[in-house]
């Protein structure tokens, strides 16, 4: 089975530049998440799907983020305009979460660097 | 304000004997405690999930206590590997939700 899938894998773009990050859940998960992983912080939760709607975006951390789930198969998040301090690895995970506390399956992440 | 902590410092050991990494929380009250572990490059991959009222799970090498008074999660590797070297991650869930706060992990090294 192909687990979470994400694209592109790195991504280097210049501060200003909208960046948009992909990613497609596990077929079958009803709940979709974006983490952000740095040295510093950790692994912080941005924000989570459930059914396709937002539950949680608690975590944004500005109004430059935002993300969108159109179908179960696809999410976005974009940051507009980008600045140096968002470079990080950004993780998608999606879980059967509905069902007895599922565990959460990580894709492989997208490695972002702002110049 | 609630914190996990888990040693920021590599955890070396040498080949055949039991790896054991510590996590330690504050202001917390978990109903769950998972444990994931991630390699350079990928995403964590989940191995291990421990209730609260559950003071001990194994899985083949790998055991996981869970200790609410003490707020202390250990997790062990029996007869390690150089291919169990990775970073280990904690996360917790609170009741109710299945949201897990995650650790910033230990990383492991098993030399041969």
């Known amino acids: 089975d192909a687990g979470v899938i994400q694209s592109p894998r790195h991504e280097v773009t210049e501060m200003g530049q909208e960046v948009t990050l992909r990613c497609k859940p596990i077929s079958g998960h009803n709940s979709l998440f974006w983490y952000r992983q740095t040295m510093m912080r950790g692994l912080e939760l941005l924000i989570y799907f459930n059914n396709n709607v937002p539950i949680d975006d608690s975590g944004m951390p500005e109004d430059r983020f935002s993300a969108k789930m159109p179908n179960a198969s696809f999410s976005t998040l974009k940051i507009q305009p980008s600045e140096p301090r968002d470079s990080a690895v950004y993780f998608c995970a999606s879980s059967l979460a509905s069902q007895n506390l599922k565990p959460q399956h990580f894709g492989d992440g997208t490695r972002l660097s702002i110049l | 304000s609630q914190k996990i902590e888990q040693n920021s410092e590599a955890l070396n050991i040498q080949e055949g004997k039991t790896a054991t990494l510590t996590c330690n929380y504050t202001?917390?009250?978990?109903?769950?405690l998972q444990w994931y572990r991630q390699d350079p490059g990928r995403g964590p991959v989940f191995l291990l999930l421990i209730r609260e009222n559950e003071k001990e799970k194994r899985k083949e090498r790998l055991k996981v206590t869970f200790d609410t008074t003490l707020k202390q999660s250990l997790f062990h590797i029996t007869a390690s590997q150089p291919a169990d070297s990775a970073t280990y991650l904690c996360?917790?869930?609170?009741?109710?939700?299945?949201?897990?706060?995650f650790g910033r992990g230990t990383s492991l090294i098993v030399h041969p």
């Open positions: 202001n917390y009250s978990p109903a769950y």
């Open positions: 996360a917790l869930i609170s009741g109710g939700s299945y949201i897990p706060t």
